[in-house]
C-alpha cells in the first residue's frame, strides 16, 4: 500500500509540471476548491466556532506554510481513501446528553457507511445499527447492539429517514465522513494558497504523523506563530469556513508520511466539541447495502 501511495504522489508531482499555466489555472477554477470546501462542511448546519486544540504531540509555534512534500501529501489523502475502496471508521460524535461513537466501515467508491452506534453517557435508547448515503440514514434499532456490526445487515427491521443538512451532530458527521474520499487528487499547489498549513506532530496507533489544515484555514505567514499553536477560521452559513482567527474551527487531518489519513477532527455548529473520525481502529468489512439501497458506483 505504501508503494501505491507513494506513485500517487508522484502522480500529482507530474501533473503540476505538465499543466500548462493557462489550463492549470482554469481547472482549478472547474472544480478543484470547492470540492475542497466541501470535504471541511460535507452539509455542517451553521458557523464553525469551536476551538479545537492539538494534542500533546503538536509543535507549540503554530501554523506554518505547507512544504512541498506536505502540501503533496494532503492533496492525495482523500484519494487514496477512494482508492483503497473503503476504510474501517470510528466516529465519535459529542452531544449534550452525551455522545455516539459509530464503528463500521465506508465504502469510498460506492459513496455508502454502515456500522454500529453505541451511546456514550447515555441511555441506550439510541443503539443499534446505521447505514447511510449522502442522502438518506438507514437505522436499525437494538436493545443489545453488538460490539461489531453484523457483516451482512439484517433483512428487515430498518426505518429510513432524510439525512439532515442542518442542526444534527450525527448527520453532519456522518456527511463529513462520507466525503473523505475522492475520485482524483487535489491540487497540491493551491492548498497552500487557499490556507492550508501544518500546525504539528503527533503519534497514533504506532504510526507518525503530521497534523495538517484544510484549506480556508487562517493563512499562516511561514516562520510565524498563531494563536495557542492552532489554525482554523470561523465560518458562514452551511459552515463554510472562509474567515476568521487563528484557533476558531478548522478542519485537521493526522497524515501519515504517505499520504494515508489516519484521523480527522472537524467543529460543528450543532456540538460544543469537534466530532473525531479515525481511520484503521479495526479490520475492514465491505459494506453490504440494506435492501433497497443502491451504492453510488
Sequence with gaps: MHERNKLSMRHVRRMRTKQGPSQRTAGRRRWLRPRWVAVGIGGVAAAVTTVLVVGSGSDPAGPKVLTSDQANRLAVTRFLNYQAGGRAVTINVPGTAGGL?????????????????????????????????????????????????????????WVSRPLQKYGSSLDSSLTIALKLGSDRPDNAELLPQNGAAWVGEDRLDGHQVDIMTGPSAARPTSGTSGTSGTAGTSGTADAVPTSGTAGEGAV??????????????????????????????????????????????
Design 252 to 297: 485537521r487531518y493526522w497524515i501519515g508520511s504517505d499520504g494515508t489519513m489516519y484521523r480527522v477532527r472537524v467543529a460543528v455548529a450543532s456540538a460544543s466539541q469537534p466530532v473525531v473520525i479515525d481511520f484503521d481502529t479495526h479490520k475492514y468489512v465491505p459494506v453490504r447495502p440494506v435492501p433497497g439501497v443502491t451504492p453510488t458506483r
Design 101 to 157: 461513537t459509530i464503528t463500521g466501515s465506508i465504502d469510498y467508491r460506492g459513496k455508502i457507511g454502515y456500522g454500529v452506534v453505541h451511546g456514550t453517557g447515555r441511555d441506550t435508547s439510541s443503539d443499534g445499527l446505521i447505514e447511510w448515503t449522502a442522502t438518506t440514514v438507514y437505522v436499525h434499532p437494538m436493545t443489545n447492539s453488538p460490539a461489531k456490526a453484523p457483516a451482512r445487515p439484517p433483512g428487515s427491521g
